[in-house]
């Protein structure tokens, strides 16, 4: 087939009879078919979507691998040309996909492509996890057109034209087969969160080009797997923030990653004095994981080790030792 859309499930059953409907019927006309992945889920997701969507295709992984680990087991068994990653509490418009593979069809730099996100419980406004394509500033940090930091806007149209971006969310996310086979696919290490965003930076990196593509649109809940407070979710961001740069840094831009752990730092010690002690240990734990799975070398090293020391005395205030 042309296009494959892989739904990564874990323990979502409630979801995928919800929003399985308008997928298929948005497939229809379509060299494109529907997989359901699934990370080992305990729900019954599986027995559900077989006895309900037997024109979806299933695989069933072993054990939880994660956002990345799940999508990289399961894409490697299947052929298409073009691959589209999506969430399972994704509700797609009728025209969707056609505009996404159109758009890669006619423009042959794009590697990676996605739709305009809007939030699921207010229909109207961007949802937060991508809006209209993002971007990544000075110091790494992600933020999206039609986001000012953990404000959405409302869609009037202002984001509606094709654009190149830095990166679209894995939310809903089009990329070329052959692209993703000659990254890799998403990089392991990173479990869930970000890995969209080094996925796409990396993709740049080999000249192609990221984008967003308004004329589909997709409606997400968000926060189907970890809630936006979650301290486990901010471990993910934090530890996974500085695997991206690491990743993706040149070597004269290097010294970024050590401003970006001081900033991190002197987040955990906010965390610490305003009482949220879950989330200061999330930040302390991030960092010490980053320089475990980091591939840098022995002169990075001192960097990280000046960062934890620095993380280590505000755990040890924290820890009250």
Known sequence: MQTAVVILNWNTKEYLEKWLPALLDSCKGL???VVV???AS??????????LFPEVTCISLDKNYGFTGGYNKALCQIEAEYYVLLNSDIEVSPDWLSELTGFME????????GPKLRSMTDRGRFEYAGAAGGYLDFFGYPFCRGRVLGKTQSDRGQYDSPAEVGWV???ALAVRSGVWKRLGGLDDRF????????????ARNEGWKVYVVPSACVYHLGG?????NSPRKLFLNYRNNLLMLDNNLPGKFRPRIFCRMVLDGIAGAIYFLTGRREYAEAVVNAHREYRTLRRGNGGKAKVNILCNRLLFIE???FKNI
């Open 31 to 33: 060299d494109a078919g």
């Open 37 to 39: 992945a699934d990370n």
């Open 42 to 51: 305990t729900d019954g997701s599986l027995d559900l979507v077989r006895r």
């Open 106 to 113: 006619t423009h042959r730099d794009c590697g990676i492509c």
């Open 169 to 171: 969310s894995g939310a």
């Open 191 to 202: 479990f869930a969160h970000m890995e969209e965003i080094d996925f796409c930076w990396r």
């Open 224 to 228: 189907g797997t970890l809630p936006q």
């Open 315 to 317: 755990y040890l205030k």
